[in-house]
């Protein structure tokens, strides 16, 4: 099968195609032809190895020393079971499921062998493979974080960083909360995020959100620490008695498969829709990575398999 081979943490240019042997699926295991999956902005985190020095020999411990000794990096699918383990009883050939592995990896390949139990669900039939290889970063991200922070009806929420994968999902999954909405993003992003259901939007290059006089029950930070740090310090300021200040780099979401059938369902109803940004041919993940790497794409960036 064709597959990326991350051959070594560094630049974009780290990542090489290859031919390698097609998996072969274990016992509990189901083989996925992948036809969509994303570049997330973890992948790149992982292979650029773009994290504080503690994260880094974490990484490095858990993955490998100089480079991932699971060589096919990418978490999100989007495909076609094509066979299946002896005991895998969940799905049968033919299925078209979507799905997430924030450990194994593996995605930036034509097939994958992914255990029957993980975060594996339906696809929704009104989706693209490249629509439903969207969804599950962002959304089982945003919902984890919106679920601790117990986000309800009639609650004001504050996204800050409205505008990416994570963000336009925060900004859909908690107006189907039934919170109120308002989004902080770029000047070019700010009607994406309006149409995403935010009732207000803040451009933070013209704007001070903790300047204005509203009020809210939840800030969540969606961009992450790194680049948040100091607009988090002033999210306290804006915050209603007994708000909190959440961001999605504050430990370790909890990623659950119903949470997916979940993202599933609601984008069958047309209560949440993917957003791409651009889509990539696997021949050209390093034109994608050197994108995300940016740090500014509006929600996902996915790349067809063929
Ligand atoms: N806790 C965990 O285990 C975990 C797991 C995965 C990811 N994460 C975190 O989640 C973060 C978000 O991931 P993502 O894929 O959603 O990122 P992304 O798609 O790259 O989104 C970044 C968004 O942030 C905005 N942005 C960039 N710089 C900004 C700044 N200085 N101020 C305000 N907004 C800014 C950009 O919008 P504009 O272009 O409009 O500026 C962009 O749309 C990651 O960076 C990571 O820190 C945490």
């Not at 002896?86 to 050939?93: E, L, M």
């Not at 204005?212 to 310090?233: M, Q």
């Not at 109803?269 to 940016?294: C, F, M, Q, S, W």
Request: with cysteine; proline share 5%; charged share 25%.
């Amino acid at each position: 099968m064709k597959a990326v081979v991350c051959t070594r943490y560094g630049p974009p240019e780290v990542l090489r195609l290859e031919e390698l042997a097609t998996p072969v699926p274990r016992r509990n295991e189901v083989r996925i032809r992948i036809l969509a999956t994303a570049v997330t902005s973890s992948d790149c985190y992982v292979r650029g190895l773009r994290l504080s020095p503690a994260y880094r020999l974490m990484v490095r411990l858990a993955l490998g020393w100089n480079a991932p000794k699971q060589p096919v990096l990418g978490m999100v699918l989007s495909g076609e079971v094509d066979a299946i383990g002896p005991d895998a009883r969940s799905f049968d050939v033919g299925d078209r499921i979507f799905g997430f592995d924030q450990h194994r990896f593996g995605t930036y390949a034509q097939y994958v062998c992914w255990p029957e139990d993980g975060l594996l669900a339906t696809r929704p039939a009104n989706l693209t493979d490249e629509g439903a290889a969207a969804l599950p970063y962002g959304g089982l991200l945003a919902l984890s974080f919106l679920r601790k922070a117990d986000v309800r009806a009639g609650q004001r929420v504050l996204i800050y960083g409205a505008s990416g994968a994570v963000g336009t999902s925060a900004v859909q999954l908690a107006r189907h909360l039934g919170a109120q909405v308002t989004g902080v993003c770029s000047t070019a992003n700010v009607d994406l995020v309006a149409s995403l259901g935010a009732t207000t939007v803040i451009d933070y290059t013209r704007e001070d959100f903790a300047e204005k006089a509203a009020r809210y029950d939840l800030v969540f930070d969606a961009v992450g620490k790194r680049k948040s740090a100091a607009a988090l310090r002033r999210g306290r300021q804006v915050l209603a008695p007994g708000g909190a200040c959440v961001s999605v780099d504050d430990g370790t979401p909890k990623l659950r498969r119903e949470d997916l059938v979940l993202l599933g369902e609601l984008a069958t109803k047309g209560e949440i829709r993917p957003v791409i940004d651009r889509t990539y041919a696997l021949d050209d993940i390093v034109e994608a990575h050197r994108y995300v790497d940016n740090g500014h794409k509006r929600g996902n960036v996915v790349i067809t398999v063929t």
